[in-house]
Nanobody, 127 residues
Framework: QVQLVESGGGLVQAGGSLRLSCAAS????????MAWFRQAPGKEREFVAA????????YYADSVKGRFSISRDNAKNTAYLQMNRMNPEDTAVYYC????????????????????WGQGTQVTVSS
């Protein structure tokens, strides 16, 4: 049973930083893809960043490119999302997602391609 547990959310001022963690357990995948999505009130869940576990290729939404960074720690089976120069538009519930497949570029931003989801962690950026 795959479980994803996010942590690290909270309240931060505009211009500040936060680091989210996603601890994965029950993983038997050799080449998974992990991603972060976010959902603001009244909006659809949207792609933020993704990482192919094998090879380490990363991909970002245009809105966070240059400010956010996704990474992994193989030994801890944990993915991270470092968020810098945050602004109020980054306020949302952030979700970790995973699939056992190595997603191709055209699929990596699609939430329906991910089979496993965490419970979400709230991130609030004050102006």
């Amino acid at each position: 049973q795959v479980q994803l547990v996010e942590s690290g959310g909270g309240l931060v001022q505009a211009g500040g930083s936060l680091r989210l963690s996603c601890a994965a357990s029950g993983f038997t995948f050799s080449r998974p893809t992990m991603a972060w999505f976010r959902q603001a009130p009244g909006k659809e869940r949207e792609f933020v960043a993704a990482l192919r576990w094998s090879g380490g290729n990363s991909y970002y939404a245009d809105s966070v490119k240059g400010r956010f960074s996704i990474s992994r720690d193989n030994a801890k089976n944990t993915a991270y999302l470092q968020m810098n120069r945050m602004n109020p538009e980054d306020t949302a519930v952030y979700y970790c997602a995973a699939t056992g497949r190595t997603l191709i570029l055209s699929s990596i931003r699609l939430k329906d391609e991910y089979d496993h989801w965490g419970q979400g962690t709230q991130v609030t950026v004050s102006s």
